[in-house]
């Protein structure tokens, strides 16, 4: 008599719902975890993973795809285990399909290369019901006769060899992709992997694994970003936090020798399974292969999870097998689920905004520095920037030689009038890291400010020597020899910017503006129309055009950009006051009076608008008076 497989089902008996039940169960728990963020933000590196994602930045959601990628490849193995068990063959097809969505996944994101691996270990243990003892056993004794250990079972050995292919394959060209070399991190990323000391890197290591352990089994204490002192560094083995280390390997070594020597093959695969599924997607991000750069991040435990609920639900099978009061252990699974459920809609909707995730990150890393940068660059883009300098100040505070706070920092004190602390930060920030082009473009333009001309034009080259395409510090370039009369070279530096960034409104400005103002009407002229073929909505190049084409007697045309730019943007004083100087030359009296009038409540101090309507008003009354007469 054939021996049945042990069900699980009949071990947590207090939990059997019809199929279609229990889906919709999770489907209802799934979206009441989430449902609150549904309309949030990107936020903190979402712009950089997946809006710019190189790969997947076509549709800009890589994580999505990922995940969705991956849900495919791994029903198509389930669609080739059903067709098995119905008495078909392995489809091969359907590993096919497996490979080419898994593929797919691994290009949206890294952790893609671990679904390969996964439904490896999915087809070997449960469709194959390998004995990995067995296996190791044989090997290590040199027995060549797989055939009872499972290996060339049904076509293990082809499918697996398939999946790693086409893994190592897509592997090699996501490799090409990000341009033959890994990419760059530095030592506040992730401080263990600069360590010189190779039982220093080692030790904390396996300190972070037995955080994301942890972070797995209570997931209370989450933060955004953990690098930057978050995690001071274990130094000693008189460190306390040793401990963590020798408790995670003491259950892992307890259960992998359970997967292993168990006499209940049962017990064995579905240890072993839960184990592969804990640790395979995990070996991205353990350092082991390649250097990564955080130190702790929630989305790589995202799939480990599924081997942790795998074996979460066997201990609690073997639990109510032994348990008495089996009530009990049912509201204890119900009060963890419950818990975790709340959890993670507070942390859905925590990640709903930058403000609310930066801020809720304070309390669980108040040392890292990064977090205090994140809330301040977060305040002064919403225009705090007094509450932002104090952030700014404790992220520096706590890490000197954080650059990019420094920069930001004196930024702010650039556009407070606090120029020399400004100078200070951001000549440190460069000494710091001298190939910082964004400090170094904030260092010209304050010693620009300072009047310190030379200097200023010396950082703005240094700029472009680090950065060869920066639009900004060309456009402050011209800025700078505008100021010094070098007409020419302003105009070089201008359309330099424009060449680099099409789009850049403020350099075809100046240069509109400039020729304008040198008498140059024609070459402004061509200048504004051009601008306005490349960005025919910008209401600032309308008005500086309509004033060149007013000077040149255009006026119907100067008067219709005019409108369109009042349009586009009507509490603008000088675009009424501008063209109430048109109708004024133009003889449109009325018009010119009622424009004259709109810039005057819009700015009732707006320079020469008051004198214009004088002058407008006293001629009014002299043709009255001629009319009376």
């Not at 883009?381 to 990019?404: C, F, M, T, W």
């Not at 170094?440 to 333009?445: D, F, K, S, T, Y």
């Amino acid at each position: 008599m054939a021996q049945t497989e042990p069900n699980l089902d009949h071990d947590v008996s207090w939990f059997i719902l019809p199929s279609y039940w229990a889906k919709m169960v999770v489907a209802l728990i799934s979206f009441l975890c989430f449902a609150n963020s549904y309309d949030g933000d990107f936020v903190f590196d979402d712009s950089e993973a997946i809006i710019n994602n190189k790969v997947a930045g076509i549709v800009g959601r890589a994580d999505l795809l990922c995940a969705l990628f991956f849900l495919l490849s791994f029903l198509g193995y389930c669609k080739a285990f059903r067709e098995n068990k119905e008495g078909h063959n392995f489809s091969i097809f359907w590993v096919l399909v497996s490979v080419i969505l898994g593929a797919i996944a691994m290009l949206c994101k890294e952790q893609g290369i671990t679904i390969l691996g996964l439904n490896a270990v999915f087809d070997a243990l449960v469709i194959n019901k390998l004995n990995v003892l067995e296996l190791i056993q044989r090997l290590l004794h040199k027995d060549k006769s797989f055939e009872n250990a499972g290996l060339l079972k049904k076509g293990l050995l082809f499918r697996i060899t398939l999946l790693m292919s086409g893994g190592a394959s897509i592997l090699y060209i996501r490799w090409r992709i990000m341009g033959t070399g890994p990419p760059a991190f530095t030592e506040v990323d992730n401080p263990a992997s600069f360590a010189d000391s190779l039982f220093v890197r080692a030790i904390n290591y396996n300190y972070y694994y037995s955080l994301n352990a942890w972070l797995l089994l209570c997931p209370w204490w989450l933060c955004f970003d953990w690098s930057m002192g978050c995690i001071p560094l274990i130094k000693s083995v008189s460190d306390w936090r040793i401990i963590a280390l020798a408790a995670l390997w003491f259950c892992l070594i307890g259960l992998i020798c359970q997967a292993l020597c168990s006499e209940d093959g049962h017990k064995r695969r579905i240890l072993t399974l839960g184990l592969g599924f804990l640790i395979i997607p995990f070996l991205p991000a353990s350092n082991l292969f390649f250097r990564v750069g955080f130190v702790i991040a929630e989305r790589v435990i995202y799939l480990p999870s599924i081997g942790y609920c795998i074996l979460l639900t066997y201990g609690f099978s073997l639990l109510s097998k032994q348990a008495k009061k089996k009530k009990i252990l049912a509201v204890a699974v119900l009060g963890i689920l419950l818990i975790n459920a709340v959890r993670c809609a507070l942390r859905s909707s925590q990640w709903k905004s930058e403000e609310q995730l930066f801020r809720s990150a304070l309390s669980v890393c108040p040392l890292n520095a990064k977090v205090h940068y994140n809330v301040g660059k977060n305040l002064a883009d919403k225009g705090n920037q007094s509450a932002a300098i104090k952030y700014y100040r404790e992220a520096v505070r706590l890490n000197p030689k954080y650059v990019h706070a420094m920069n930001n920092l004196g930024n702010i004190l650039k556009e407070r009038n606090e120029l020399r602390e400004a100078e200070e930060l951001l000549s440190l920030a460069v000494q710091i890291q001298p190939d910082f082009a964004a400090a170094w473009m904030n260092l010209g333009i304050v010693q620009n400010s300072l009047r310190r001309f030379e200097e200023a034009e010396q950082s703005y080259w240094t700029a472009i020597k680090h950065r060869k395409k920066y639009p900004d510090c060309y456009y402050n370039l011209g800025r700078l020899y505008a100021d010094l009369n070098r007409h020419i070279d302003a105009l070089n530096a201008w359309r330099n910017a424009t060449v680099l960034k099409p789009e850049h409104s403020l350099a075809w400005n100046n240069m509109i503006i400039l020729l304008d103002n040198t008498g140059n009407l024609a070459q402004a002229e061509a200048v504004g129309r051009e601008a306005l073929e490349l960005i025919p909505n910008d209401h600032s190049l309308m008005f500086s055009l309509a004033n060149v084409l007013g000077k040149s007697q255009k006026y119907k045309e100067s008067e219709a950009l005019f409108l369109k730019a009042i349009k586009a943007n009507p509490n603008a004083a000088s675009y009424h006051g501008n063209l109430a100087v048109l109708y004024h030359r133009w003889g449109n009296l009325d018009l010119a009076k009622k424009h004259y009038e709109v810039s005057l409540k819009l700015d009732p101090m707006a320079p020469g608008t008051k004198e214009n309507y004088n002058l407008l008003r006293r001629k009014l009354e002299q043709l009255q008076k001629k009319g009376g007469a």
